[in-house]
């Protein structure tokens, strides 16, 4: 099994519940992690990157932000939103795409500059395929 930062062996010997199968976190009692539980792995963690390059200066977040993170970059690797809406568990589009996906700013200028490129090809009557 592999070594977590703080050098703990990880899985050794834990199986998870079946009706916990499916969940990517489980605990030594085989059942599912909590918030506060994820919440403070998280904080171990940025305390211990703190602390191995004080420079960087890495900031605490919550696990949600994982959530935030996820969907937008599965958007912007081209996931199809409606699939995306599917795995976040959201019954309408819209809570997916305005609470969740958050464009990098250099992901829409890239668009834009396409599009305008697009534009100056279609004014000429060249198509871009």
């Not at 009706?19 to 976190?25: H, I």
């Amino acid at each position: 099994m592999g070594k977590s930062l703080m050098g703990k062996e990880l899985g050794k010997g834990h199986k998870a519940k079946e009706e916990y199968q499916n969940l990517v976190f489980i605990t030594s009692k085989n059942t599912p992690v909590n918030e506060v539980s994820v919440y403070h792995a998280i904080k171990m963690t940025v305390n211990y990157i703190n602390k191995v390059d004080p420079d960087k200066n890495f900031e605490m977040f919550s696990p949600h932000t994982l959530r935030h993170t996820f969907a937008t970059r599965r958007v912007e690797e081209g996931m199809d939103p409606k699939i995306l809406q599917k795995l976040m568990g959201h019954k309408h589009l819209s809570v997916t795409m305005d609470t969740y996906y958050h464009k990098a700013d250099d992901v829409l200028i890239r668009e834009v500059m396409e599009f305008e490129k697009n534009k100056q090809f279609s004014e000429i009557g060249v198509n871009v395929v």
